[in-house]
């Protein structure tokens, strides 16, 4: 789940433009939901399943979230390079909205190039489709003056938080260097302070924007061991610190070795979602899960994200 950017949709190339921008990256073979008329708008992505026996369990997945924070329309976005499947996807989703008694404004299908509704032939659109552009799209524009990092796809932003090598070997040699043990009871409190710290300056502080010595990632990343060294890494996160966050943690979990991913990456997740990046939040959790499938901060944002919480639900305090 994603929250909104305030622009303003008047066409179909409006549209098409918008969804990269929330996304952060162009999708292909997903379904794109829009919501309008909530209390507050959200917009999610489901992949789309390679056969139509799977699409309603694809349409409870955006009907869900859409239903509980009383949606009141929807836009859907089908992005497939098969038509056919589009058109079933079309189908499927707008009898599972209109059933749940959310109104669907328009049903899109697009293979990335051309887009035609998806419901049907209208007499002021081609058989074949309308061809699109959206690169130069002032929403683009927009959005990358307001510092989003926009992809093209979500492979590449998969690719964004790919381990490096080199640098995480640097880590694991300053890992390697540490003396004893992971801090006992006693001296949890020492090491949560250092944690909260290191973090706070580089998100805030004096070295905001960057990044910590490989001594220092070596260090938080033992830390994070312990859940109350973890939460005191966190505990400077708020909506308005969550850039920051999100560009540290994304750093930590390109240096972390994959043994140890499973809270970095969870912190990521958060960050992320605080920031209104859900799709960036869903990759975090699995770089998190290669670690640990069961790690009760990543259920926990995975929870946040299904239901298509606001990040002012969160008050920066990690749980779990």
Known sequence: MTTPISMTVRTVEDVLAL???????????SVVMLTFGAARSFHARCDLPASADDLPGAAAVLVEPAVT????????????????????????????????????????????????PALGERPDVPVAGVSYDVSA?????????????????????RDELATDPVR?????????????????????????????????????????????????????????????????????LTRWTARGHVAFWTDMVRRTPVPMLAAPAALLALAAWQAGQGALAWCALDRSAEADETYPLAAL?????????????WDGVCEG
């Open 19 to 29: 969804v990269p921008v929330v996304l952060g990256f162009a999708p292909t073979d």
């Open 69 to 116: 924070h009383r949606v009141q329309h929807v836009i859907l976005v089908v992005y497939s390079e098969d038509r056919w499947l589009v058109t079933e996807a079309a189908w499927a989703m707008w009898g599972a909205f209109e059933r749940a008694g959310v109104g669907v404004l328009e049903v899109i299908g697009t293979d990335g190039r051309r887009w035609f």
């Open 137 to 157: 799209h002032p929403f683009r524009a927009e959005a990358v003056a307001d510092g989003r990092v926009l992809l093209g796809s979500r492979e590449a932003l």
């Open 168 to 236: 995480t070997g640097r880590v694991v040699a300053a890992l390697a260097g540490l003396t004893g043990d992971p801090p006992r009871a006693e001296e949890r409190a020492v090491e949560a302070a250092w944690a909260d710290g290191v973090v706070r300056d580089h998100v805030v502080g004096d070295r905001a924007g960057d990044i910590p010595s490989d001594a220092d990632v070596a260090r938080l990343l033992r830390g994070l061991l312990d859940s109350t060294v973890r939460d005191a890494a966190a505990s400077s």
């Open 301 to 313: 944002v995975a929870r946040v994200l299904e239901q298509a919480l606001e990040p002012e639900a």
